[in-house]
């Protein structure tokens, strides 16, 4: 899923739907443009996933996280204790704060060039795309271990399975050298 920050603004929006307004009467139900970029200004929400020239691209996770801050809010929870709340917070558990339904939302479709970015090897003449339209991506792989992935699509929760999956060989090996060095030590 590619979003806009007006598309994102519109998805939250009608995932918000008939909700409660958010006590205190100082905040809006709904976030609007200026809101979005405090929030991400604030760390209550992630980045955008990717930049197109001054465009910002956002995806499901920024509407989980959208909803789940204004859900928060409605209970008059402050933005401190809701960045507390959600700090380092699943996209399940997002899910369940928003009360979104993962299973039941449409899974985005995914590009041809995002679903081969895995299988294919770059060519050799290829040239990396510039710096700033696809961000890094760092995964946790296992204790201590972390995959960073300068030029990557968004990996959503299937790719970061798959990668663990794939990575068990690595986290083998790295697991025997660091015992062999026990050893030796």
Partial sequence: ????IDALGERVRAAL????EPQGGRIRAIPDVRTIRYYT?????????????RTAIYGEKHVLQLVAIKRLQAEGKTL????????GATQKKLAKIAR??????PAAPVSARAESFWRDA???????????????????????VMLVVERAPPIDERDRR??????????EALNTLGNAEDQEG
């Fill in 100 to 105: 979104i339904d993962l299973d039941a939302t």
């Fill in 162 to 171: 798959r990668l663990i999956e794939l990575a068990a060989p690595l986290l």
């Fill in 17 to 20: 739907e008939g909700a409660d």
């Fill in 1 to 4: 899923m590619e979003l806009t």
């Fill in 80 to 87: 401190e204790v809701i960045q507390a709340e959600l700090a």
């Fill in 41 to 53: 200004t604030l760390g209550l929400l992630d980045r955008p996933a990717e930049m197109r020239g």
């Fill in 122 to 144: 770059p060519s050799a003449d290829e040239t990396p795309p510039a710096p700033r339209t696809l961000q890094p991506h760092a995964l946790a792989l296992a204790p201590g």
